[in-house]
């Protein structure tokens, strides 16, 4: 039988996920509402990913890994458009990390266990420590290792980090295929 990932989506009040190709999600994982994945991207056991009150985009080729939540900010009295959560290409985004209404560029790696907040904005090439809290509205500039709580600059990217972010992307893609191989050999219908 055919891998479907989104027999692993549900829709809410109208919106159903929309998937790009070869996407996978592991069947523990939840995706919910108005969220889009693109192209080649990964969303790894026990994973939430909240649609319900604003968007969420994820682009191409990547991870979204074990017991990681990512949710938005509905707009309100509080805060009139509300924050969405939008995430770019070659991302890499570790286990247990919570992203809340953020926007996070390309090529970026976001250490285990780290948060990042409503309004915080990651640029393009950035690692993010493990454990590091990036507080609301906080901007972290291109080409930085930040660590920390709350997250700081502690020194330029060097050539190896940066060769890393296309590096962890690729892999997680082939590890994704290899998932969804086992899943199809392993469904019931499938012919043995």
């Known amino acids: 039988m055919r891998y479907q990932a989104r027999l692993y989506t549900r829709a ?14 592991d069947p523990s994982a939840v ?25 969420i985009r994820i682009g191409q080729r990547c991870s979204i890994q074990d017991n990681s939540v990512l949710h938005i900010t509905h707009a309100g009295p509080f805060n009139p458009d509300g924050y969405p959560l939008t995430i770019g290409d ?4 570790a286990h247990s990390v919570t992203l809340h209404g953020c926007e996070i560029g390309n090529r970026v790696l976001i250490g285990m266990g780290s948060i990042v907040m409503d309004g915080a904005v990651i640029e393009d090439d950035v690692v993010v420590g493990a454990n590091s809290l990036v507080p609301p509205g906080k901007r ?17 990217l060097n050539d190896k980090e940066y ?5 962890s992307s690729a892999n997680y893609r082939k590890l994704k295929d290899r998932h969804i191989a086992e899943l199809e050999r392993d469904s019931p219908g499938v012919d043995q």
């Open 90 to 93: 070659d991302v890499t985004v």
């Open 31 to 55: 995706v919910i509402g108005d969220v889009e994945l693109g192209d080649d991207s990964s969303i790894w056991p026990q994973t939430t990913v909240r649609g319900d009150m604003h968007r």
């Open 163 to 167: 060769d890393y972010f296309c590096y």
């Open 140 to 156: 972290l500039a291109s080409g930085h290792l930040y660590v920390g709580s709350p997250a700081k600059a502690v020194r330029p």
């Open 12 to 25: 809410f009040e109208g919106q159903t996920p929309r998937l790009g190709q070869r996407v996978f999600i």
